[in-house]
């Protein structure tokens, strides 16, 4: 690869090496696929796919090996080439796009609406097959005294999804703000697809992986504690929890 991604796939590859671990060990650990752990580290970017999950990972695998996840993403992010601009006059003069690009449009179109197909089948599958194990945690907003202000919804939804005090190998997710959410519980996915502010859920097992396209709109509670949020609005973050 060139330098102008400042040697970050062999920084990354000395820093694992560094710690004596192995790809496989690695992947163990973060629930990253060791193939894309060695698309990093060979810079091969297509094998994972996305900027935005090529970032996603980047940021979980650098943070790991305790090197600055930003740092590694702006690295990242001068390999990618410039967007396109119009040429001069074209759209003043209404001139239609080449026929290449209005090739490709239509075939990002066509992928987009696949993906989100996909999606949509996908959760329901998921949500029919749990439908009589994994009981939705509802919000429940009791009416307020008189004189004291009334609960808001995402505060009500975060009292109804938190565990009670003291409950053990539980996960609860609250959402504040719409998110894509993906959540692997002991190795099966739970719950994937994009949510709507006020979505609540809780989950119980011994490891739990949870993705989430919006990191700031989604508040965690492991065992009945407010762990917070794991990023800012628009962070793309996965993370492991023990429970």
């Keep these: 690869m060139s330098g102008a ?13 560094a710690r004596g671990l192995s790809l496989s060990d690695v992947a163990q650990q973060i629930r990253i696929r060791s193939v894309y752990l060695a698309a ?34 702006a690295a990242f992010n001068r390999t990618q080439p410039p967007p396109p601009q119009a040429l001069p006059g074209r759209e003043a003069a209404g001139a239609e796009a080449p026929p290449a690009r209005r090739g490709s449009a239509l075939i990002w179109l066509a992928a987009a609406v696949a993906v989100l197909l996909i999606a949509f089948v996908t959760y329901n599958e998921l949500t029919l097959r749990r439908a009589a194990t994994v009981p939705s945690v509802a919000a429940t907003v009791a009416p307020a005294p008189s004189g004291a202000p009334a609960a808001t919804p995402s505060a009500a939804a975060a009292r109804s999804a938190a565990p009670v005090a003291g409950a053990a190998s539980s996960l609860a997710l609250v959402l504040s703000a719409p998110s894509w959410l993906r959540v692997t519980v002991d190795g099966s996915v739970s719950m994937e697809g994009t949510f709507p502010a006020g979505t609540s859920k809780t989950f119980h097992g011994k490891n739990a992986l949870v993705r989430i396209g919006n990191a700031g709109g989604v508040e965690i509670y492991v065992d009945g504690k407010d762990v917070g949020k794991l990023g800012k609005p628009g962070d793309v973050v996965e993370h492991a929890f023990t429970l």
């Design 5 to 17: 991604s400042d040697a970050l796939g062999p920084r990354i590859r000395a820093a694992r090496e």
């Design 40 to 73: 990093i580290e060979d810079e091969s970017w297509s094998t994972i796919g996305a900027p935005v999950y090529i970032r996603g990972f980047l940021r979980t695998y650098a943070r790991f090996l305790g090197i600055d996840p930003e740092e590694a993403v």
